[in-house]
């Protein structure tokens, strides 16, 4: 059974960093695309940041320059720095495993971004 979960979210002043962790189980992760999502309220859910199974990344526009995504593939763990956090970055961050065209999601980290 593959299981993400997801830590690190929490309240930050704009400005600031954080750093999000997905920690996998339940099947080989290393081979799979891993990916961060968002979602804020009454918006539809965006692609953060991508991440292939050679390393390669890809990032939103908004967040180019801003944000990190990487992965241990010993721990099955992705991650995702965040600096220079601004308000619209605010959401629920949800980290995504995509197995052979089958979609898992954890259960979502709040990152709140406010004075």
């Known amino acids: 059974q593959v299981q993400l979960v997801e830590s690190g979210g929490g309240l930050v002043q704009p400005g600031g960093s954080l750093r999000l962790s997905c920690a996998a189980s339940?099947?080989?992760?290393?081979?799979?695309?891993m990916a961060w999502y968002r979602q804020a309220p009454g918006k539809q859910r965006e692609l953060v940041a991508r991440?292939?199974?050679?390393?390669?990344?890809s990032l939103a526009d908004v967040v180019k320059g801003r944000f990190t995504i990487s992965r241990d593939n010993a721990k099955d763990t992705v991650y995702l720095q965040m600096n220079y956090l601004k308000p619209e970055d605010s959401a629920v961050y949800y980290c995504?495993?995509?197995?052979?065209?089958?979609?898992?999601w954890g259960q979502g980290t709040q990152v709140t971004v406010s004075s």
């Open positions: 995504n495993v995509d197995i052979a065209g089958l979609q898992y």
């Open positions: 339940g099947s080989v992760f290393s081979i799979w695309p």
């Open positions: 991440i292939g199974s050679t390393g390669r990344t």
